[in-house]
């Protein structure tokens, strides 16, 4: 357990290093939460006036269903085609190069057939757990939750080879599930580190937070609050930053066995839990 802590430390400790060595990568998920908040409000301000908001009874079950669906495909779409700017920045710093933002976003608008596939795919399979999720008591939930997390270990790699493979969709999943199977075994170890690393960070500043309550100061209590909610943003970006240097990290030694020269090969070698043991694997 401690070396698993320790090793998650050492992994959101070079990521950090690589980010503020190359401060431009916050830009993608600045830009990612930016475009999804004029996506959300673009779905949301026409059914609030609309009244289709009320629900599936009041706008019928095509067209509120309808609407979730393509809400959901422009939604992974934003997320996936700045994660894949993202990546191709973070692949070309890896490799000693160094992109502009501008050079990361035209790397991914030249992916944008496979990543408006991967995006179609990924908001059938969420809007499928959806509408699963709403018919199923707690066991069904639970079941659909690890179904969910099994798909998104699956496709892990997904953009990774999209982009520095230049596959199609279908090809990168493939391509994704048997980089999983073949050499990262079934667990998790190093990316659940890292959030863990964020989600407690998080909860220490909420506790903070209700910690002001005891003072008795409503002024104070606000000001935390505040501080507090742009705190969260800020992990946010700088996790989504960090995960994709990470991720991009792991695709490289998965695929061709090399450690980028930023990362320590104990620690990449066993940010996953082999399967088994035997040529080829961690």
């Excluded at 892990?156 to 520095?164: D, G, H, N, R, W």
Aim: proline share 3%; aromatic share 12%; net charge neutral.
């Amino acid at each position: 357990m401690f070396e698993s802590i320790g090793r998650s430390i050492e992994l959101v400790k070079t990521s950090w290093n690589i980010l503020m060595d190359d401060k431009k990568l916050l830009v993608f998920p600045i830009l990612s939460g930016i475009v999804t908040i004029l996506v959300v409000l673009t779905f949301i301000l026409p059914l609030l006036f609309s009244g289709a908001l009320m629900g599936k009874a009041h706008a019928g079950p095509v067209l509120y269903y309808g609407l979730l669906f393509l809400f959901y495909i422009v939604s992974y779409f934003v997320v996936i085609f700045f994660n894949t700017a993202l990546i191709s920045c973070v692949n070309a710093k890896l490799n000693g190069r160094d992109l502009t933002v501008g050079e990361g976003l035209s790397a991914a608008a030249k992916h944008l057939p496979a990543i408006i596939g991967w995006a179609v795919i990924s908001a059938t399979v969420g809007l499928i757990l959806h509408l699963l999720e709403e018919r199923s008591g707690l066991i069904g939930q639970i079941v659909l939750s690890i179904v969910g997390g099994a798909w998104a270990l699956v496709t892990f790699f997904v953009v990774p080879v999209l982009v520095i493979e230049d596959k199609g969709v279908f090809e990168s999943i493939k391509e994704s599930f048997s980089l999983i199977r073949k050499t990262w075994g079934e667990s998790i170890v190093g990316a659940g580190g890292m959030a863990v690393v964020f989600v407690v960070i998080g909860v220490l500043g909420g506790l903070c937070v209700l910690g002001t309550l005891f003072l008795g100061i409503d002024l104070l209590f606000y000001a935390a609050l505040a501080l507090f909610l742009l705190m969260i943003v800020v992990l946010a970006v700088v996790y989504y930053a960090m995960q994709g240097i990470f991720v991009t990290a792991l695709y490289t030694y998965a695929k061709t066995g090399t450690v980028p020269a930023a990362f320590n090969r104990d620690t990449i070698q066993n940010a996953f839990m082999p399967k088994q043991a035997g040529p080829g694997n961690i």
